[in-house]
């Protein structure tokens, strides 16, 4: 096993703040949108009636966050911070109930986190009037006045990761098709903010070269961890892994499934990540390997592979094979029945994503639900996509279970974790990935962080029903159709056909530069321009385009430049071979093919519209992809010539198909 250590990043990149160290308001927004605790002081101002948008006068629209100064008359919006006011402060401190509290000093503590796109502070466990000496204030903040953590009239309190150990799965597929669920890549500002909560940080990875035959989840490398996280397992577990996680569970370790909708095969091998969980595959129960080529069925990755009812009979809960499009979650179970978890959590978004269904309400609960309404089928699901509705009856959007002295948490969708910072290429085609800020999406952060607070926390109890005054879920309605045995497969699958040579069970196929392939990548395929520094309005340039990384003799066609002012309006026009010109708008398509060094170049002479000025962009298309993106600035100064060099570039070819999208 590689082990990263993530614990010394809050020396270089995470700023960890006490309560005892009051700062300024302007001091907070120094360190940073960082995740870390802290506690600011300073000045009411107003409140923030949307993104980056504020009020400093009555009416006020609502009671649900303030705006900090550190004046008491400061309206600059670059120098306020946005305040969350969760439900326990905002009879006291809401500007819609309260407007006299304008020009008031008050100190808060809670998380250093975006809100409203100002510098925030989020999911408050205390505020008080900068006055109070003792730090009284508000009574009952969110982490609530305490208690055992089994009473849940009180919102037990969530410690922090101070000696805990945090684990994150990358040995089954984790890094497929989009897919970058590594701690270094698209994972990074979870494993993050666990750092900045004190929390170590670790990752499972497989020692390159590998077959997928190993056993890679054993009881021996989860036993010194409090946590474990999968993020979409796309490579099914084998039955020793299975028997592994359980141990761990029930000798006092935690567990987090990430899961994501049905037919979100990333590596086209049939199984989603809700089935390799679930532990069955739809349509498939009698025979794991249904519809598999003999060499895929004898692969090292079907070893000690079978159908079982596993979650379901283990943790009380099952995913369902649902698939449901962009919605925000936003029926949010209160903290006290919630164990905590929900504290500062108004909403926990969903793109493309699936439920879980409660199937034994001693071991399970929901906790996070999709709203009765406005909820779609994903675009491309291969079904009705949503079963019941939406609302409660669809199921828990996330969930919890008890087993012996472990817990388990569990969401269905990985776009609320993600980040947008990939490290690998794609496995399957060597190309880049894209991938999103999700975990900074409303307050997905928060709710995930809280999730694994509790699942570190030792408690006593061993199934739901031994806590007092918690209200158990009533089991969720099924469809006949999701009975395991009879589930049926609604749409043959793979969903697409994997490209030459790539075989999802076999490293030795990966492209280079993907996660499990032995071989480094080449130098990427990059696009750079060359144009005057200064360019005039009419006037008439020339520019150069440049790529290098091809291979000798390969062909890029469908290319195209234009250059345009922020709203939209084409500036350039471009001179063909005969001299005559364009329309202003994107150059006629061209074609460039690559020398014996894997480099082109193609000179394009473009005259500017008259009358134009400041800043503009010129943009290279390769069909209807956008290649690159330059921002230029038209001004009246002299020209000289230097160059514009873009950020490497991971070209595609094509643009994706809808087959394609099923995979993203």
């Known amino acids: 096993m590689l082990t990263i250590v993530i614990t010394g990043w809050a020396g270089t990149g995470v700023q960890r703040t006490f309560a005892a160290d009051v700062l300024t308001v302007s001091e907070a927004i120094t360190q940073g949108n960082s995740g870390s605790q802290a506690t600011v002081e300073g000045y009411i101002v107003g409140h923030a009636s949307g993104s980056y948008a504020a009020d400093f006068e009555a009416p006020f629209a609502n009671d649900y966050n303030v705006l900090l100064a550190d004046a008491a008359d400061e ?32 100190r808060v503590t809670g998380t250093l986190a975006a809100y409203n796109s100002f510098p925030g502070i989020k999911s408050p466990t205390s505020i008080t009037l900068a006055s109070d000496e003792d730090g009284g204030g ?12 089994t009473d849940p009239g009180d919102v037990p309190p969530l410690e922090g990761g101070m000696g805990k150990k945090v684990l994150f799965d990358n040995t089954h597929g984790q890094t497929a098709g989009a897919a970058d669920w590594v701690i270094e890549g698209a994972f990074s500002d979870f494993a993050n903010a666990l750092a900045a909560e004190q929390f170590e940080v670790d990752q499972l990875d497989r020692s390159i070269p590998y077959t997928f035959g190993e056993q890679a989840i054993t009881y021996n ?36 499934f990430i899961a994501d909708h049905y037919n979100a095969d990333r590596n086209k091998n049939r199984w989603d990540a809700s089935e390799v969980m679930n532990g069955y595959r739809r349509g ?3 025979n794991p390997a249904l519809g598999m080529t003999a060499a895929e069925a004898a692969s090292p990755a079907m070893d000690d592979v079978s159908s079982s009812d596993w ?24 903290p006290a029945q919630a164990f905590g978890i929900t504290s500062g959590v108004d909403a926990v978004a969903m793109h493309a994503g699936s439920t879980i269904a409660i199937l034994d309400p001693d071991q399970a609960k929901g906790l996070v639900y999709l709203p009765e309404s406005g909820v779609s089928p994903w675009g491309y699901a291969v079904d009705q ?7 409660r009856a669809e199921g828990a959007y996330a969930a919890i279970s008890k087993l012996g002295l472990g817990k388990a948490a569990f969401i269905g969708d990985s776009s609320p974790v993600e980040d947008a910072t990939p490290k690998y290429l794609r496995e399957e085609t060597g190309t880049s990935k894209k991938t999103y800020d999700g975990f900074k999406e409303v307050d997905d952060g928060i709710f995930l962080v809280n999730t694994v607070k509790w699942l570190a926390m030792q408690e006593d109890y061993t199934s739901l029903d031994q806590v007092d005054g918690l209200t158990l879920d009533s089991p969720t309605s099924l469809l006949a159709m999701e009975a395991p045995s009879a589930s049926t497969e609604p749409q043959a699958e793979p969903w697409d056909d994997p490209e030459a040579g790539y075989l999802w069970y076999d490293p030795t196929t990966f492209k280079p530069g993907s996660y499990g392939s032995t071989q480094s990548p080449g130098e990427p395929t990059g696009f750079s321009f060359t144009l005057p520094n200064d360019l005039a309005a009419g006037g008439t340039y020339t520019m150069t385009l440049k790529v290098n990384g091809l291979k000798a003799g390969e062909t890029l066609s469908g290319l195209s430049v234009g250059m345009y002012l922020p709203g939209g309006e084409q500036i350039a026009r471009f001179q063909a071979e005969d001299g005559g010109w364009s329309s202003y708008g994107y150059s006629p398509a061209f074609t460039l093919t690559a020398n014996h060094e894997g480099s082109a170049e193609q ?20 069909g209807s992809s956008n290649a ?14 230097t160059d514009f060099q873009s950020k490497l570039y991971q070209a595609s070819p094509t643009p994706l198909s809808a087959s394609a999208a099923l995979a993203s």
Do not use: C, W
């Not at 993020?231 to 567990?255: D, M, T, W």
């Not at 979650?311 to 949010?332: E, H």
């Open 75 to 106: 309206q600059d919006k670059t120098k306020l911070m946005d305040v969350q006011l969760t439900t326990d402060y905002r009879a006291e401190y809401g500007l819609q109930t309260n407007p006299d509290l304008i020009g008031t000093k008050i």
């Open 311 to 334: 979650l379901a009979d283990n943790f009380g809960l099952r995913f369902r094979y649902n698939a449901i499009g962009d919605v925000s979650a936003t029926d949010i179970v209160e």
């Open 284 to 286: 498939a129960y009698a």
């Open 628 to 641: 690159l993106t330059q921002s230029v600035t038209i001004s009246a100064a002299s020209a000289a010539i």
């Open 385 to 391: 996509g949503v079963y019941n509705g939406g609302g």
């Open 221 to 256: 490398k989860l036993k010194d961890y409090d946590v474990f996280i999968v993020g979409e397992a796309n490579i099914p577990f084998k039955q020793a892994e299975q028997e592994a996680i359980l141990q761990f569970v029930n000798e006092g370790g935690g567990l987090f």
């Open 138 to 149: 508000t009574p009952g903040g969110d982490d609530g006045g305490g208690g055992d953590g």
């Open 603 to 622: 000179s394009l002479t473009f005259q500017l519209k008259a009358g134009i000025s400041g800043a503009a962009s010129l943009r290279l298309k390769q």
